[in-house]
């Protein structure tokens, strides 16, 4: 899906916007230990996320499902940025064809603690590789995002967020919006659960769920 350049734009000018005010928000301390609390923001920890992605478009051949296996490694660099590693690997098959997409990021978060919740800013820059026994491409890759990341209890969070993302030189990737909400819940000091449900502009659907062990 193509995507008009002003809205593009709009999306990056805003996220600026509220990464400029959030890094303004509060003083920039030296990274502590994780303390414990219900979301992932400001947060160090590693984890692993399943994906199921299921497809919107019925053409003939083309994929109906895939599944993502995702690692990612979460560092708080200060009070209000943080420093993200993944790995994500996902196999999906059309028209007989197994196909293997495999995607290394490194982003950085800026953020900010609100009365209100914790809004956050997310970019992204990576490689992106997709395989098949008679294809192999492979480009750069970069994404941004921002959300909010709610306290629903002592518990529990609750994040929507909006991200976009692009494979300029990858001809089979099309450059994406993503819409989701991250639900988190921590089961005690060292661990949590996180489900994670998201749409994109094709309308196709994913649900995650993962396991995080905070240090």
């Known amino acids: 899906m193509k995507l008009q ?18 890094a303004s928000a509060a003083p920039i301390s030296a990274p502590a230990a994780s303390t414990q609390g219900a979301g992932l923001i400001g947060q160090n920890y590693v984890g692993a996320e ?9 053409a003939v ?14 560092q708080a660099l200060c009070a209000n940025m943080d420093l993200g590693l993944s790995y994500d690997y996902t ?16 982003d950085l978060t800026a953020h900010t603690k609100l ?3 914790k809004p956050f800013v997310t970019g992204t820059v990576g490689w992106e590789w997709i395989k098949t026994r008679s294809y192999n ?10 959300g909010v990341e709610f306290q629903a209890g002592t518990e529990v969070s609750v994040a929507p967020f909006v991200s976009y993302k692009d494979t300029p030189r990858v001809n089979v990737v099309e450059r994406s919006w993503n819409y989701g909400v991250r639900t988190n819940y ?30």
Do not use: C
Request: net charge positive; hydrophobic share 40%.
């Open 5 to 22: 350049k002003s809205s593009v734009k709009t999306f990056v000018l805003a996220a600026l916007a509220s990464l400029s005010l959030t």
């Open 91 to 106: 196999r999906l098959g059309a028209s007989g064809v197994n196909v293997r997409d495999y995607t290394a990021n490194l």
């Open 50 to 58: 399943f994906t199921y992605v299921r497809f919107n478009k019925q």
């Open 186 to 215: 921590r089961v005690n000091k060292e661990w949590s659960t996180t489900v994670t449900v998201a749409i994109n502009n094709d309308k196709d659907m994913s649900y995650g769920i993962g396991l995080n062990y905070h240090f």
């Open 115 to 117: 009365a209100w919740g």
């Open 137 to 146: 491409e492979n480009g750069f890759a970069y994404a941004l995002g921002t």
């Open 61 to 74: 051949g083309a994929p109906k499902l895939a599944q993502d296996y995702g690692f990612f490694f979460n």
